[in-house]
């Protein structure tokens, strides 16, 4: 066994007794409920990035039982690319895991990039959507997320998940929906429109777009944004990266995951729930502190209320205006429900 290959062993049997832990000294750099990613080194190979995966929810298990790890997937996808001639990591090893066919651990290890501090330029990411579509590669979560930007000028895609090698270059639809994705993410941040307009320019000017598309590509980032806030937003109702929910014999239990106390803060009926909803508005549309820590909802057949919590070891009671800014968050949560119906009837394009 070389020493990459021991290396790989120890991260690999770490992964199987823990799953979905970096191994011990790999730096982390993205941690999630269902993956994380960090930075190692081997021996031989040099500076690698690790992503490992485990399969706590009962959906993820569900969904991977009847589908290949995806750490091969993306294994072999990165392969594929790079012989097409795309910038992306060089994989070097995967390993997956399975327990009476149920999927329990999976790992990637890619050859790092040497890359440099802040997001790649538009030009640079038009450039390579261009060359995947050249290739005839359709990516389905192509994120600015996605893209590093390299040392020495120009950017690299890294994760390839949700790419699919189609042979021929995507439809119209299709490059839309690419395009709608990446213009979407500059959409969310503030004073992002200019951003996106020169993001909409470049990938015309790498042929990725035709400028008869440009308007649909709008409306649609649009629209994706608005989907990706409700989204944000409602994960406070599910078991997510930032959130947990326990069923109980009485009802259902929402907490945040950082909460290590839960005081009683209010009860009462269905105005909880909007509450809850309210504070989490709050903190994806405009970056505030949460209020709450926790609700409890009782099941509708029983007797009873919901109650609400704090975060610490003290009961106390919300103030009026604390109050009012949560309803104010739930009306702002709603109007995104409703947000999409004008979109599309008026230019997105700007004059």
């Known amino acids: 066994m070389n020493p990459d290959e021991a290396v790989l062993a120890q991260w690999w049997a770490h992964q199987q007794a823990h799953p979905g832990a970096l191994p011990p000294g790999v730096e982390p750099v993205q941690t999630r409920l269902i993956r994380a990613v960090g930075r190692g080194r081997l021996p031989d190979a040099g500076p690698v990035h690790v992503k490992v ?27 594929r690319a790079r012989a097409l001639g ?8 995967w390993r997956g895991l399975r327990r009476l066919g149920v999927p329990v651990a999976s ?5 790092s990039l040497p890359t440099r501090v802040g997001r790649p330029e538009s030009d ?10 050249a290739a005839g590669v359709e990516h389905r979560d192509l994120h600015l997320g996605n893209f590093v930007a390299l040392e020495g000028g120009g950017a690299a895609v890294l994760d390839l998940h949700g790419a699919r090698f189609r042979g021929s270059p995507p439809a119209g639809p299709v490059r839309v929906r690419m395009a709608a994705k990446l213009v979407a993410d500059l959409l969310r941040e503030p004073d992002g ?10 990938l015309v000017g790498a042929g990725f777009l035709p400028e008869g598309e440009v308007q649909a590509v709008l409306v649609a980032a649009e629209r994706l944004r608005v989907a990706v806030l ?17 069923f109980r014999a009485d009802g259902v239990q929402h907490r945040r995951r950082e909460a290590r106390e839960l005081a009683p803060a209010g009860q009462g009926g ?14 994806v549309l405009d970056g505030k502190p949460p ?50 119906r004008d979109i599309g009837s008026r230019s997105l394009a700007g004059p």
């Open 86 to 93: 795309i910038l992306c990591p060089e994989p070097v090893a």
């Open 53 to 79: 995966m485990g399969f706590p929810r009962f959906k993820d298990r569900f969904r991977y039982a009847f589908q290949p790890f995806p750490a091969w997937v993306e294994y072999v996808a990165l392969r």
């Open 193 to 202: 429109t200019a951003a996106a307009q020169r993001l909409v320019s470049c």
């Open 124 to 133: 640079a990411v038009a450039a390579i959507a261009a060359s995947l579509a």
């Open 107 to 111: 790992l990637l290890v890619t050859r």
């Open 270 to 283: 269905r105005e909880l729930v909007t509450w809850w909803l309210g504070d989490r508005a709050r903190e």
């Open 291 to 340: 209020l709450l820590a926790g609700l409890r909802r009782k099941w509708c057949w029983l007797p009873g209320q919901h109650h609400v919590y704090i975060p610490g070891p003290s009961p106390r009671a919300l103030g009026p205006d604390q109050i009012q800014e949560l309803l104010e968050g739930y009306a702002r949560y709603r109007q995104l429900a409703t947000a999409t």
């Open 230 to 246: 409700r989204d944000r937003i409602e994960r406070c109702m599910h078991e997510s990266t930032e959130f947990t929910r326990s």
